[in-house]
T-cell receptor, first 121, second 106 residues
Framework: QVQLVQSGAEVKKPGASVKVSCQTS????????LHWVRQAPGQGLQWMGW????????HSTRILRDRVSLTMDTSISTIYLELSGLRSDDTAIYYC??????????????WGQGTRITVSS | EIVLTQSPGTLSLSPGERATLSCRAS???????LTWYQQKPGQAPSLLIY???TRATGVPDRFSGSASGTDFTLTIDRVEPEDFGVYFC????????FGGGTKVQI
């Protein structure tokens, strides 16, 4: 079955960078866009950006664009989110999610388990 | 950017009651771009309804969605204990945005 498995929780100091991985399996890696979404404690969902595994093209939300890097390693069907200049308000659970392959579904059909990132001095 | 405003923030119900959740958009868009997710505590969200009114595979028929202009509604007929959680709407047509969520609690 389709699975997205993310790397483990991390604690970082303000100003540092963090890199989260999301390894996919159970489908053809290059077939679907993959996204990153974060959720601060007790808050809603914030879409961060997508990567097109077929081309490596990326797009991220304007407010994070200067701090976000989206990359991938096709050989191991894995995408990465790197967030730099960490601040306390970056403390959140970070999810990767897959675009549904069903054309009618404009949304995500499979999500990773989430990675908790805590930014604290 | 399309802003999605969900209301109420919290809905307190008893099992068997009807839940009506609202998602209002800041501008009109194709209703096929509107998706609802359910999130249970400690879990990632899961796909519930897409194209505003079509239930995802395995979703019980007590869940239904509708659209009228910039207003989208998720209805749960006869709420069951496993339905408690947070519900988010999402539009994926003009970039991608989520609503702030509605918590359905006992």
């Amino acid at each position: 079955q389709v699975q997205l498995v993310q790397s483990g929780a991390e604690v970082k100091k303000p100003g540092a960078s963090v890199k989260v991985s999301c390894q996919t399996s159970g489908y053809t890696f290059t077939d679907q866009y993959l996204h990153w979404v974060r959720q601060a404690p007790g808050q809603g969902l914030q879409w961060m950006g997508w990567i097109n595994p077929k081309t490596g093209g990326t797009h991220s939300t304007r407010i994070l664009r200067d701090r976000v890097s989206l990359t991938m390693d096709t050989s191991i069907s894995t995408i990465y989110l790197e967030l730099s200049g960490l601040r306390s308000d970056d403390t959140a659970i970070y999810y990767c999610a897959r675009d549904s392959p069903v054309l009618a579904i404009k949304g995500f059909d499979v999500w990773g388990q989430g990675t908790r990132i805590t930014v604290s001095s | 950017e399309i802003v999605l405003t969900q209301s109420p923030g919290t809905l307190s119900l008893s099992p068997g009651e009807r839940a009506t959740l609202s998602c209002r958009a800041s501008q009109i868009f194709n209703s096929n771009w509107l998706t609802w997710y359910q999130q249970k505590p400690g879990q990632a969200p899961s796909l519930l309804i897409y194209a505003a009114s079509t239930r995802a595979t395995g979703v019980p028929d007590r869940f239904s969605g509708s659209a009228s202009g910039t207003d989208f509604t998720l209805t749960i007929d006869r709420v069951e204990p496993e339905d408690f959680g947070v519900y988010f709407c999402q539009q994926y047509g003009v970039s991608l945005t989520f609503g702030g969520g509605t918590k359905v609690q006992i």
